[in-house]
């Protein structure tokens, strides 16, 4: 049995290749996501260790903002002679650090990059960690001078002697290059400038008094957790003390949300892979079972148990997934090569020659590719088991042409039902995260009662969808339509392929759709500036800009946002961490609010905030209950709840508990917080068009700004969710390449299996050109069959996340119809191109050979 399955496989493997192409993709994104993942986790891995001091001593860390705004928070320079004379200190030095910081070159642009990553403006002090080395010019000496990074330097086109122009929180100054300093670590991407000491803190902190950290050097035969315990003794709390491997740790856990993100979208595209594949696979395997059935019996004619024969077809699929999941494993070794120079582009350097392939690469590649295989092939596994010795006397099929569908109708209602009582539960839910929870149920049982119950609506959708063929195309037309009726189960396992891409890109284009919608109602209806002044990557910016607006002609009101991490203990006993926003005077009349309780007076005004009255309410809270507030750098006030408003806005756009407070009340608790916002009105009697040209004159000075109009912040909020949208449709492309495979296979093994019927045909006078196109349209209908399905199922789902989303403030429902249309469409090209070769092949059998054909 062994000698014949081995036989089998090598007989049938052009017949498997198409299978196993879809393990390969598969398997390439699970290994190629984790050896890149675990690639650059131990290259910051040691760059981190490399370069953190001993022990670090820094502010104090109570909140962390979601949003950038909140100041840079120090601690006292003169901290560092303090801890150099505790016992174990080596050296002890002030370091300046932010990232609060635009850079802007003599041609007025931009010397940050462009990829997301920060521009970092440092004190330079160079020692045995430092993740640079100074190769050309010499160190600052004095205010004016800097060094800048050779890669930035290069890409930038900066060369020493260049000026550039700092803006930075407390003001804008002036430097000279000096210098260029090369990374001899990796790059994480930043652009580095670096001034002497003094000048670091007094222009960029406002102070020279002033530091962001203290870096610790042990000296010999200390520990650092030891170092640790002794420089916490001597200057007491209020400070953030991490050894060299917490500091490491810790920001290496801030890169992790990052390397998730990439890690995640590969292997939902793995996951993606898998599912469609499972489809393909089982269908290969039932196909391939239902052409063998006279050698399947021939073998239990001359002995062979069930078992032996379902172990035969079994270890054939073990074989597939072996071979897929090798060839998988270097094609996702080639993908990570291909990412990790990607990375090079946008600035991070890593080194391809220090790829880490980890035992559990090549551990989760052969399980995700045998284990796919064994799944998909153990239902055909058991039905060849089926198979009686006398249907080596027949030509019998066991594909089940015949078979009722009883069984698939009973699993199918049940599973539907199910689903739909889950979804109907999600509607019907008032809070956001039960709904979510029953509509990520009901998408899944609803899909799991589709792919069973899809044989059941072949024939009368098909008929329906088939209708006009013969009518159009006469007895080709009408043998297209009834070769895609002949086997529903076939026809059905190749259709849910393509199904499940499409019901994924059907249900996310209603909820982007909708989305849109949303955020386009809500800024219509709360947004009265005539213009928004906002950094392209919405880091906050010095208040030279504001004073730089007041100035411009035609300007009539401008209200500054600053946004800050704060958290407030409500009166049921909750900590809510949260960002706030502050404004300045002039609020009404830029953005148009509704309130429960009070007004924009009472809500801004000193030691006053207002929250959204539906958070306020789930909370205990009222108009006059008193709050404790945490801000940023440890500083704590009581602040009273001066009005309830009526956001209803999605949360996204604004923040949780919709919380605002007066700039005045900011400023005592979060002093050296920027605007991240300016809206601004015209004067009365300003055109505006002319006003706009005006800003944008104006703000030369400040290439990372934007003068936004409401359309253009539409546009904004539109590009940030198609970015959502053209993930999934990349998702539908794998897809669908993968579906692709699957109708070429079942139509290549389609036409094996009909080579008699196909001679016969030809014998009777069908032409080579009628053949071909009878297997397109047979392509075209089964395609069009799964379109259907899947976009049907895709709008329940998107219309149930819909209600989901409601729940958050999301309240406008839109559906695409244009995206459902050109599905449609493109669902047909899909199966005219994978019919080509099929047909091909078809179209040039030999009429007699095809006769003779067993």
């Not at 050894?243 to 939902?268: C, H, P, R």
């Not at 244009?818 to 092949?841: D, E, F, H, M, N």
């Amino acid at each position: 049995m062994l000698k014949a399955t081995l036989r089998s496989f090598l007989a049938h493997k052009g017949r498997l290749a198409l299978s196993a192409l879809a393990v390969v993709l598969s398997v390439a994104f699970v290994s190629g996501s984790l050896i890149f993942s675990d690639t650059v986790t131990r290259t910051f891995d040691r760059l981190f260790a490399s370069t953190a001091a001993d022990v670090t001593v820094g502010p104090k860390q109570d909140l962390r903002s979601p949003v950038p705004g909140g100041g840079v928070q120090t601690v006292p320079a003169d901290l560092a002679g303090r801890v150099a004379k505790v016992p174990g200190v080596a050296s002890a030095h002030a370091d300046v650090s932010v990232q609060n910081i635009t850079v802007i070159d003599s041609r007025n642009r931009s010397v940050g990059p462009t990829t997301g990553a920060p521009t970092i403006a440092t004190s330079w002090y160079l020692t045995d960690r430092s993740p640079v080395e100074l190769t050309s010019g010499h160190a600052p000496r004095g205010a004016g001078e800097a060094l800048l990074d050779a890669d930035t330097a290069d890409k930038k086109h900066v060369r020493i002697g260049d000026t550039l122009t700092v803006q930075a929180q407390p003001g804008t100054f002036r430097v000279r290059v000096v210098g260029i300093a090369t990374f001899r670590t990796t790059n994480p991407g930043a652009a580095l400038v670096f001034l002497d000491q003094a000048t670091a803190g007094k222009q960029l902190l406002g102070s020279a008094d002033k530091a962001t950290a203290i870096s610790v050097e042990a000296a010999p035969g200390v520990t650092d957790p030891v170092l640790k315990g002794r420089v916490a003794a001597a200057i007491g709390g209020g400070y953030d003390l991490k050894t060299a491997a917490e500091q490491a740790k810790s920001a290496a856990a801030n890169l992790g949300g990052f390397l998730d993100v990439i890690k995640y979208v590969m292997l939902g595209f793995a996951g993606i892979a898998v599912l469609v594949g499972i489809f393909l696979i089982v269908n290969t395997f039932s196909m391939l079972i239902a052409q063998r059935t006279r050698e399947l019996g021939l073998l239990r004619a001359l002995g062979a148990d069930r078992r032996q024969v379902r172990r035969s077809v079994l270890l054939e699929a073990l074989l597939l997934g072996v071979v897929g999941s090798t060839l998988g494993l270097a094609a996702g070794i080639g993908m990570a090569y291909g990412l990790i120079r990607l990375m090079s582009l946008f600035g991070m350097n890593l080194k391809a020659t220090e790829m880490v392939i980890g035992w559990g690469t090549p551990v989760a590649a052969y399980v995700v590719g045998v284990g796919v295989t064994f799944v998909a092939a153990y239902l055909p596994a058991r039905r060849a088991a089926t198979v009686s010795p006398m249907a080596a006397l027949s030509d019998a099929e066991i594909a089940g042409i015949d078979k009722p569908l009883t069984g698939r109708a009973v699993a199918g209602a049940v599973m539907g039902v199910a689903g739909a009582a889950a979804l109907a539960g999600c509607v019907a839910a008032t809070k956001a995260a039960p709904a979510a929870a029953l509509l990520g149920l009901g998408v899944v049982l609803t899909l799991i009662a589709m792919v069973i119950a899809g044989p059941l609506l072949v024939r009368p959708v098909i008929r329906v969808l088939g209708g006009a063929f013969p009518t159009l195309f006469g007895s080709v037309g009408r043998m297209s339509q009834r070769n895609a009726l002949r086997n529903p189960r076939r026809t059905g396992a190749t259709a849910a392929a393509l199904m499940v891409g499409l019901a994924l890109v059907g249900g996310m284009s209603v909820a982007s759709a909708s989305m849109s919608a949303s955020f386009d109602r809500q800024i219509d209806r709360t947004l009265g500036a005539d213009f928004i002044v906002q950094s392209t990557n919405f880091t906050p910016f010095s208040d030279d800009v504001r004073r730089t607006v007041l100035r411009t002609e035609g300007v009539g009101l401008v209200v500054p946002q600053r946004i800050t991490p704060l958290a407030v203990r409500m009166p049921d006993g909750r900590r809510v961490q949260t960002a706030a926003s502050a404004y300045g005077p002039g609020l009404d009349d830029v953005v148009h609010l509704t309130y429960a309780r009070g007004g924009t007076g009472a809500a801004l005004a000193d030691g006053r905030l207002a929250m959204d009255a539906g958070f306020a309410k789930d909370h205990g809270a009222r108009v006059g209950t008193v709050l404790p507030v945490e801000f940023p750098g440890g500083r704590e006030a009581r602040i009273t709840v001066g009005a309830l408003t009526n956001l209803d806005s999605p949360e996204g756009f604004g923040t949780q508990g919709g919380i605002f407070l007066g700039l005045k009340t900011v400023d005592r608790y979060v002093p050296g917080a920027q605007d991240s916002v300016l809206f601004v009105n015209a004067a009365p009697g300003t055109d505006a068009a002319g006003l706009r040209s005006s800003l944008e004159s104006a703000l030369t000075p400040y290439p990372q700004l934007q003068v936004r109009d409401q359309a253009d912040y539409k546009k904004l909020v539109h590009d940030q969710i198609s970015v959502l949208l053209y993930l999934v449709y990349a998702l539908l492309g794998l897809a669908i390449a993968i579906a692709v495979l699957g109708v070429v296979n079942t139509l290549a093994l389609s036409v094996v299996e009909r080579t008699r019927e196909i001679g016969l045909l030809r014998a009777i006078g069908l032409s080579r050109r009628q053949l071909r196109r009878m297997i397109r349209l047979e392509s075209v209908v089964i395609a069009v069959f799964g379109a259907v399905l899947g976009l049907a199922l895709g709008l329940v789902w998107g219309v149930c996340g819909q209600q989901v989303l409601a729940l958050r403030g999301l309240k406008e429902l839109q559906v695409p119809w244009g995206t459902i249309v050109a599905v449609v469409i493109g669902s047909a090209v899909v199966g005219v191109v994978a019919a080509l070769l099929p047909a091909l092949r078809a179209s040039r059998m030999n009429v007699l050979a095809a006769i003779a054909h067993e």
